[in-house]
Every structure is written in structure tokens, then in C-alpha cells.
Nanobody
Framework: QLQLVESGGGLVQPGGSLRLSCAAS????????IGWFRQAPGKEREAVSC????????NYADSVKGRFTISRDYAKNTAYLQMNSLKPEDAGIYYC?????????????????WGQGTQVTVSS
């Protein structure tokens, strides 16, 4: 059974950093593109970033460009989202998702497998 598990969320002050992890079990992530999405209370789920199956292509929402970095470690079967200079508006539940599309896509409907999410709170 395909499973994605996010970790690394927590409470951080504005301007702080967090590193989210997305670990896969039951399958290899090698052939999947990975996306990170977030959902704040009362808002729709929005795309944050994605990385292609080869790792050669990435994309970011305008709101996080220059602050967030997506990466993947094939040996660890894990993807990461490094978040720096966090703002209160970055708070929400962060989800990782996997798709067999080889290219990087930012549409949630293109993703088949989702993790349960990890909470990120940005507050002083």
C-alpha cells in the first residue's frame, strides 16, 4: 500500500525556518513527481511547490519563491520542503502528494496519493 508521511511541522516565530519531510513507504518515489500543498483554516488547498521525478525541474507558488526550497533524496525515498523567512500567512496544514506525471505540476487534481499532513504554525 502506498503511503506518504509528512513530518517536521511545528510552531515557529515569524522569520524562522522549518524543514518538512515527506517519507514514502510501500513504493519507490523515483518515478513520481512530488508536490507540496497547504491549507489554512477556511481556505482552499493551495499549491506550494513541486519537483519532477528526475529532480531536474521545480516550481514554486509566487508567495513562497525565494523563501522555500523543495528537494528530494532518492536513497532515503524522501522529499523535503525547506521553509525560511516564515510569515504568519504561511501557516496551515502542509501535505505532500505524489503523481506519476514525470513533470512538475501544481494542480492538486493531478496527484493520486496524499499524506495526512503536518501542521505549521507561525506566530510570535
Amino acid at each position: 500500500q502506498l503511503q506518504l508521511v509528512e513530518s517536521g511541522g511545528g510552531l515557529v516565530q515569524p522569520g524562522g525556518s522549518l524543514r518538512l519531510s515527506c517519507a514514502a513507504s510501500g513504493f519507490t518515489l523515483d518515478y513520481y513527481s512530488i508536490g507540496w500543498f497547504r491549507q489554512a483554516p477556511g481556505k482552499e488547498r493551495e499549491a506550494v511547490s513541486c519537483i519532477s521525478s528526475s529532480g531536474g525541474s521545480t516550481n514554486y507558488a509566487d508567495s513562497v519563491k525565494g523563501r522555500f526550497t523543495i528537494s528530494r533524496d532518492y536513497a532515503k525515498n524522501t522529499a523535503y520542503l525547506q521553509m525560511n523567512s516564515l510569515k504568519p500567512e504561511d501557516a496551515g496544514i502542509y501535505y505532500c502528494a505524489a503523481t506519476l506525471f514525470r513533470v512538475c505540476v501544481l494542480w492538486p487534481t493531478d496527484y493520486d496519493d496524499w499524506g495526512q499532513g503536518t501542521q505549521v504554525t507561525v506566530s510570535s
